[in-house]
Nanobody
Framework: QVQLVESGGGLVQAGGSLRLSCAAS????????MGWFRQAPGKEREFVATTSWNGGTTYYADSVKGRFTISRDSAKNTVYLQMNSLKPEDTAVYYC?????????????????WGQGTQVTVSS
């Protein structure tokens, strides 16, 4: 059973940056594609970014492309989301997730394990 723990959320002004971390334990980290999703109040959870098992392939939602970067460190069993040029509409709870699939990684139903989430609030 894989456990995922996010950290790094907080309050930041528009235009600022945050780096989220997601530490994995209890499984073979390198087997999993990893993704970040977010859920704003009153909205459905949405895809943010994903990286393949070896970090060789990444995909981003159009709303964050060019501002956010997903990366992974297999030595630390950790996946990161670097968020720059933050906007108030980025305010949400951010979740990391792990998947054994290699396709359909923009869909949350294809993820097997989820963290508890970390709050990101961007003030205008």
């Amino acid at each position: 059973q894989v456990q995922l723990v996010e950290s790094g959320g907080g309050l930041v002004q528009a235009g600022g940056s945050l780096r989220l971390s997601c530490a994995a334990s209890g499984g073979t980290f390198s087997r999993y594609a990893m993704g970040w999703f977010r859920q704003a109040p009153g909205k459905e959870r949405e895809f943010v970014a994903t990286t393949s098992w070896n970090g060789g392939t990444t995909y981003y939602a159009d709303s964050v492309k060019g501002r956010f970067t997903i990366s992974r460190d297999s030595a630390k069993n950790t996946v990161y989301l670097q968020m720059n040029s933050l906007k108030p509409e980025d305010t949400a709870v951010y979740y990391c997730a792990g998947s054994l699939y290699i396709d359909y990684l923009r869909l949350d139903s294809f993820y097997d394990y989820w963290g508890q989430g970390t709050q990101v609030t961007v003030s205008s």
